[in-house]
Each structure stands twice: as C-alpha cells, then as structure tokens.
C-alpha cells in the first residue's frame, strides 16, 4: 500500500489527499453554525454592564448637539417603529440581525430599545461575540422621550430647577420636542409653537438605511 | 482568530501592505502558471490546452478545503469572510462579456497586469483597454445602475441555495474537479492529436 501510494506522481497524490479531505467534509456537515457562539460564562456573569457604559439621554442629546460622532447609534427596535420616529443619526438593525449587520469590532456602539432590556440582550450577544466597545441608552427610547422630547417641570419647582430646565428646553427644542409645565396635572405646553397644548413635536429626524453610512465596499 | 481585520488585529493601512504582499504573491503564482502568456489562456477555449481550468479548479479546491477545515477547527469565523451579492442577470451578461474579451484579448483583467508586468506588450495593450474600458463604464453608470443592481437575490452561497450541508458542497466541487482534471488530461491528448498541435 505505501509503497503503491509512493509512487504516485506529485499530481496523483494531491489529487488523492483532496479527495479524502472532501470525503471526510461530507461527514463533517456544516463547518460551524454562525448563530452559536462560544460564551465564557463566569467571565460573562463578571462583565456586568457598567455604569460608564450606561449613557443618559442628555448625554447623548449633548454628542449629538455638538455632532461628537465617533460611535454608531444603532435603532434595535422593528423596521415599521424606526420609520416612524428615531433618534436622528441612528441606523437600525432590528436585534434579531445584530450579528449579520456590518458592525465592526472596533466600532464604538450605543445601543437603545424601547426599554432596557431590548438593548441589555443585544448588549449580551456583542459582548459575547467579542465586540469591544458597546454603550447603551439608559432607559431607551422611553427615556428619550420623556427627558428630551416631552420634558417635564412641576410648576412648583424651586428656581434651580427652573434654571436647570431652561437648558433642558433647548435641547428638547432642537430635537423638535415640546417641553412642558405641569401644575396639578394639566399640562401646559411652553413650546415656541403657536398652539401651547399640541403635544405631536416636529419630528426633524432622518432615518437613514440600515448600515448605509459606513458600509465598506470589498470584494475583487 | 480569523479573519484578521474583522477580528481587529491590525487596522487599515497594515491591511493594505498585506493586501500589496499577497497581490504580488498572487501574481508570482500565475506568472509561474504559466498565466502571463495569452497562448495558453487562449488556448484553454480551444480545448487543446487545459492548463486554466486545471490551475483554476486547483485554487478552488485548495481555498475551499482550506476555508472549512479551518472553519471546522475553529480558526475562521466563516460568517465574517465577505460574500457580495447575487444580481444575477447583470451578472451573466457581464460574464459573457468577459468571457468574451478573454477569448479575443487572451487575458482576463489579473493575467493581463502579470503579462504587462513581465514586459510583454499586448499585455500592456490589454491593460490600456481595461482602463479605457473602466471609464467608460463609469460614465455611463448612471444609464446602467438600473440594470446593474436588477434581480438582486441578496447574499446567496451553494448550500443555502441547494438546501445542502457545507460538507456534501465540498465533497460535489471535490469530485467535479478530479473529474474535471481527468477529462482534461485525457481531451488534451486526444485533441492535441486531432488538431496536430503538441502540449505547449
């Protein structure tokens, strides 16, 4: 036999290694599964999300005012509630498509749902795949909402807190939000809008595609 | 792991010098294929010298066993090696039109950069065509980009396509090429004689 197997040609011999490497493929199946990931557990049980990778809305308002861009806002909520209304500059990628997405594992990326928890999952599953940097909007859009686009103050409030609305009303005017006054429950609109009460802000945000801005061309 | 660059181990500009040793590497090997010479490339449509589909089958059965068993190992996230996607009627008109030019040229676009670069002049001609070829199409771009991203299939590989495992791929192309290559031995012989003309 290995006398018979010597004395093949060079071409005949690799001709045969190829066709026992396929064979054996055949019974290997599929190579690997894209969707299972190998998970350190006990290291992931100690990376807990930090209380630096949790950003605040205003923060974030506050990046965006000054178009501090270095991150990707990633939009994990449906196609159908993105198109609606988004955070301007975010790019959506519904969770369940977060690991075939263009996200690179050096970006910096901050993700927000509808709550915390959409982007604590999505959180765990970039984190296991070995994403670097990867921030989360504390309290997701619903915090959005009602500390940027819908802020709140109680008519009784002290005169810092006034001082320290003024701001927050401007950042909620430049994201086209209605900032308000409450007293007693009754909600008084003090935006510049003509109509005080109209709750519906001025949606100034443009969604852009899924992965557009920073897709990389490859191929040959 | 790998990939490299996905997994970040370098950035960009590394990338490119990898990218600028690997080309060469690449050119290296079809110059010593024999690929620098439109004779040959020719000669493969002729059918009395299979030198380019037997280099061709080989690159693919080495990267492809090479990608799975790496896979397999557990060296290679295969999910993150690019695959572009399937526009398939823009894509068989623009194969024919090359098939075409590499039938009158006697290069494709890599063999005509190794051709120019080893001094041979109607490599050089060839190159000048592709550039001029290049600009052309670029102009018109507009014109074509409806037709360009038409029939749009997204990201499709064999075994989704065929509802087959990885494994059973690899073991078909395996075999289609040891076929491949033994029918081209043998055409080489039979043809050669047919048309008087010996293996160059």
Redesign the interface.
């Known amino acids: 036999m290995i006398d018979w197997i010597m004395k093949l040609s060079i071409?005949k011999k690799l001709?045969i290694s190829?066709?026992v490497?396929?064979?054996l493929?055949?019974?290997?199946?599929?190579?690997?599964n894209?969707n299972i990931i190998d998970v350190n557990t006990k290291e992931m049980a100690l990376s807990t999300i930090k209380k630096q990778d949790r950003i605040d809305a205003l923060i974030l308002a506050d990046w965006l005012i000054k178009e501090n861009l270095d991150f990707t806002l990633v939009d994990l909520r449906t196609e159908k509630e993105f198109n609606e209304y988004t955070i301007p500059a975010s790019v959506n990628i519904p969770i369940e498509n977060i690991?075939?997405s263009d996200l690179?594992?050096?970006q910096k990326i901050l993700l927000f749902g509808n709550d915390d928890v959409t982007s604590a999952q999505a959180w765990f599953i970039l984190k296991s795949s070995?994403y670097?940097s990867v921030l989360i909007l504390k309290g997701g859009m619903e915090a959005w909402k009602n500390e940027i686009l819908y802020p709140k103050l109680d008519t009784s409030a002290t005169l810092e807190q006034k001082a320290a609305f003024e701001k927050t009303k401007q950042v909620s005017l430049h994201f086209g939000g209605t900032p308000q006054m409450i007293s007693g429950g009754t909600a008084t609109s003090i935006s510049v809008q003509t109509t005080p009460t109209a709750p519906a802000p001025k949606l100034s945000a443009t969604p852009s595609k899924a992965g557009g801005a920073k897709k990389k061309k490859?191929?040959c | 792991m790998m990939p490299y660059f996905k997994f970040d181990y370098f950035g960009v500009d590394f990338g490119l010098v990898i990218a600028f040793i690997i080309g060469i590497g690449f050119g290296f090997a079809l110059e010593r294929g024999g690929f620098g010479n439109a004779r040959i490339l020719a000669a493969q449509f002729y059918f009395y010298n299979m030198r380019v589909l037997k280099v061709m089958f080989t690159a693919i059965v080495t990267a492809m066993l090479g990608l799975f068993y790496f896979s397999w190992l557990g060296w290679l996230d295969l999910s993150l090696v690019y695959v572009g996607n399937t526009y398939i009627l823009p894509q068989v008109l623009g194969g024919f039109i090359l098939g075409m030019g590499f039938v009158i040229g006697g290069y494709c676009p890599g063999t005509s950069v190794v051709s120019a670069s080893t001094g041979r002049i109607d490599g050089m001609v060839y190159l000048l065509g592709i550039f001029f070829g290049i600009f052309v199409f670029g102009e018109m771009f507009p014109l074509l980009e409806g037709f360009y991203l038409s029939t749009d299939m997204g990201k499709v590989t064999l075994p989704e396509f065929f509802g087959l495992s990885y494994g059973m791929i690899v073991f078909l192309v395996v075999v289609m090429a040891l076929a491949a290559f033994a029918a081209a031995e043998w055409g080489e012989k039979v043809l050669a004689k047919k048309n008087g003309r010996g293996i160059e």
């Open positions: 071409s001709a190829a066709f490497l396929g064979l493929a055949l019974f290997i199946g599929n190579p690997s894209r690991l075939s690179m594992r050096n070995k670097k490859e191929g």
